[in-house]
């Protein structure tokens, strides 16, 4: 069973431009969900998809905007990068049933973005 | 809103001893609870889960019970050693019409000295 798995690795970017993140789900999950993760700071809740629509979003602006794919992969895309961009970025899949409680989120290994 | 207090780091043990890292939440419902490790370089991996009041989670060691009436979810481990050095953050989980989303706490830096 392959994990959760995200590209590039490390990124580094200019102020003002534009950046796609990736993320393949572990098989057998329907639901992507996307975290930033600043220096020092927990994971914040950007956005999560689920049968390639989004399906709740964190406070982030419009310009943070994502995909999911049929076979339930991922982009993040974010438009007019900022400085205060520059973070890990995580994907989590996992596999949404209808039980009431939020399913385990399986984590990827991030990418890092640096913006400068 | 719901959110996550965590315990400030840095926590700095020696080997063998006792850990309590203290977690407490505030939340609408009845949310579940996590924690996840992340070791340096690596995204996270959980760790534990508790998803109703009075339940234990335990996994290598660690513990942690979900308190209703405290809003707490401490996680414990009796005998620490080096490689439980990483970062520890506790979580909420929650469900509303579908959306699911984890609330984290700001993380504790454990560094265990041999």
Redesign the interface.
């Known amino acids: 069973e392959t994990g959760v798995t995200q590209s590039p690795t490390h990124l580094i970017k200019t102020r003002g431009q534009q950046v796609t993140l990736r993320c393949s789900s572990q098989s057998g999950h329907n639901t992507v969900s996307w975290y930033q993760q600043a220096l020092g700071q927990g994971p914040q809740f950007i956005f999560q998809y689920y049968r390639e629509e989004e399906n709740g979003r964190g406070n982030f602006p419009p310009r943070f905007s994502g995909l999911q794919f049929p076979n339930y992969s991922s982009e993040l895309n974010v438009n007019a990068l900022e400085l205060d961009d520059s973070a890990l970025y995580l994907c989590a899949s996992s596999n949404r049933v209808a039980s009431g409680r939020i399913s385990e989120q399986f984590f990827g290994p991030g990418t890092r973005l640096t913006v400068l | 809103g719901n959110s996550?207090t965590?315990m400030e780091g840095p926590v700095t043990l020696s080997e063998e001893a006792f850990l309590t890292i203290n977690c407490t939440y505030t939340a609408t419902g009845y949310?579940?609870l996590f924690w996840?490790v992340q070791y340096p370089?690596?995204?996270?991996?959980?760790l534990l889960?508790a998803?109703k009041a009075d339940d234990k989670g335990s996994n290598k060691g660690f513990e942690a019970t979900y308190r209703k009436e405290t809003t707490s979810f401490h996680l414990e481990k009796g005998s620490v050693q080096v490689s439980d050095s990483a970062v520890y953050?506790c979580?909420l989980?929650?469900?509303n019409f579908?959306?699911?989303?984890?609330?984290?706490?700001?993380?504790t830096r454990l560094t265990i000295i041999p």
């Not at chain 2, 370089?41 to 959980?46: C, D, P, R, S």
Request: aromatic letters at 14%.
């Open positions: 996550v965590q949310p579940s996840y370089g690596e995204g996270l991996q959980l889960k998803t953050f979580a989980g929650w469900t579908g959306n699911e989303k984890l609330t984290f706490g700001t993380g």
